[in-house]
């Protein structure tokens, strides 16, 4: 297995497996390195996972453009004349926008972001490629991904470490909807839309629970499964843009097509989140420092 890296990426991601792998450190606006390295590695498949402009402290429009369409349009080329088999391009549920329903893959994208209209128009230059390659191209729109190693600025790890010293962070409002799905479970959706020959050149699939939890639901669920007494204190955190009621995928094509369907719930995906932290005591403590 090769990782392809930027030069500044975040060690610790890839601490654990770092022996396992081997590494190349490059940048995707480089592409006659990236054919040069496709070249020489031969891969089979590419996992497309780099992006920018999904947290709060990317607001870079230039930076967004250059990794979320240039970097896939580069790496989309160098795969072609590479002989690639498949390529796994990495969506976003914001490419849809507000929506006060679950929106399917073929239904009118309407981004409410720079980020969200970046990924989509990523996504529909894969389609259009997809359509006259001989590469297999899918994209994968993810919804709200959780589990080990995800960014300590996000909800989920903040509520655990908040919870594993017996307190809850500061919250929104209790009604906010968010898809969550288990990086378990994405990683099988990443596998299979990899290794399924005869889908549609260009396929685009929803990956996502099909269920919606509120932020009250999940907080209700972190003080039971982490004995937190503490009462929530709901608005003492500000709303942020893209925040709101509904927020939930689709999932049918997907399991019609490669058969997968999210096998965690919120509830015991979050008690294995919990039980790495717990396994992990290093991460917890980086986790800590990370969050002040």
């Given at each position: 297995?090769?990782?392809?890296?930027?030069?500044?990426?975040?060690?610790?991601?890839?601490?654990?497996?770092?022996?396992?792998?081997?590494?190349?450190?490059?940048?995707?606006?480089?592409?006659?390195?990236?054919?040069?390295?496709?070249?020489a590695v031969?891969p089979e498949?590419?996992?497309?996972?780099?992006?920018?402009?999904?947290?709060?402290?990317?607001?870079?429009?230039?930076?967004?453009?250059?990794?979320?369409?240039?970097?896939?349009?580069?790496?989309?080329?160098?795969?072609?004349?590479?002989?690639?088999?498949?390529?796994?391009?990495?969506?976003?549920?914001?490419?849809?926008?507000?929506?006060?329903?679950?929106?399917?893959?073929?239904?009118?994208?309407?981004?409410?972001?720079?980020?969200?209209?970046?990924?989509?128009?990523?996504?529909?230059?894969?389609?259009?490629?997809?359509?006259?390659?001989?590469?297999?191209?899918?994209?994968?729109?993810?919804?709200?991904?959780?589990?080990?190693?995800?960014?300590?600025?996000?909800?989920?790890?903040?509520?655990?470490?908040?919870?594993?010293?017996?307190?809850?962070?500061?919250?929104?409002?209790?009604?906010?909807?968010?898809d969550y799905?288990?990086?378990?479970?994405?990683?099988?959706?990443?596998?299979?839309?990899?290794?399924?020959?005869?889908?549609?050149?260009?396929?685009?699939?929803?990956?996502?629970?099909?269920?919606?939890?509120?932020?009250?639901?999940?907080?209700?669920?972190?003080?039971?499964?982490?004995?937190?007494?503490?009462?929530?204190?709901?608005?003492?955190?500000?709303?942020?843009?893209?925040?709101?009621?509904?927020?939930?995928?689709?999932?049918?094509?997907?399991?019609?097509?490669?058969?997968?369907?999210?096998?965690?719930?919120?509830?015991?995906?979050?008690?294995?989140?919990?039980?790495?932290?717990?396994?992990?005591?290093?991460?917890?403590?980086?986790?800590?420092?990370?969050?002040?």
């Amino acid at each position: 297995m090769h990782l392809l890296l930027r030069e500044r990426h975040h060690q610790w991601r890839v601490q654990e497996i770092r022996d396992d792998v081997t590494v190349h450190e490059s940048d995707l606006s480089d592409l006659t390195g990236l054919d040069a390295l496709i070249a020489a590695v031969r891969p089979e498949w590419i996992f497309h996972l780099a992006a920018n402009g999904a947290y709060p402290d990317q607001q870079d429009l230039d930076q967004m453009i250059a990794t979320n369409v240039q970097g896939t349009a580069n790496l989309v080329r160098a795969a072609e004349r590479g002989g690639v088999e498949a390529l796994v391009n990495s969506g976003s549920s914001s490419e849809y926008g507000y929506k006060d329903h679950a929106p399917s893959e073929d239904e009118w994208l309407d981004p409410n972001s720079n980020y969200g209209a970046t990924k989509a128009a990523a996504t529909l230059l894969c389609r259009f490629t997809a359509q006259r390659s001989v590469v297999r191209i899918i994209t994968l729109r993810l919804y709200s991904a959780y589990g080990p190693y995800e960014d300590p600025s996000r909800l989920v790890p903040t509520l655990i470490v908040n919870g594993l010293a017996g307190h809850l962070p500061p919250l929104v409002n209790p009604n906010i909807a968010r898809d969550y799905v288990h990086v378990n479970d994405i990683c099988d959706a990443y596998l299979l839309a990899a290794a399924t020959p005869g889908t549609e050149p260009g396929a685009v699939f929803n990956v996502g629970t099909g269920v919606q939890t509120t932020l009250a639901e999940i907080v209700a669920i972190a003080r039971r499964l982490l004995s937190i007494r503490e009462e929530p204190q709901w608005g003492t955190m500000p709303e942020r843009s893209w925040d709101t009621n509904v927020w939930v995928s689709n999932p049918a094509r997907i399991k019609a097509e490669l058969g997968w369907s999210a096998k965690q719930d919120i509830e015991s995906g979050l008690r294995k989140t919990i039980e790495w932290f717990n396994w992990h005591p290093e991460q917890l403590d980086r986790y800590r420092e990370a969050m002040g």
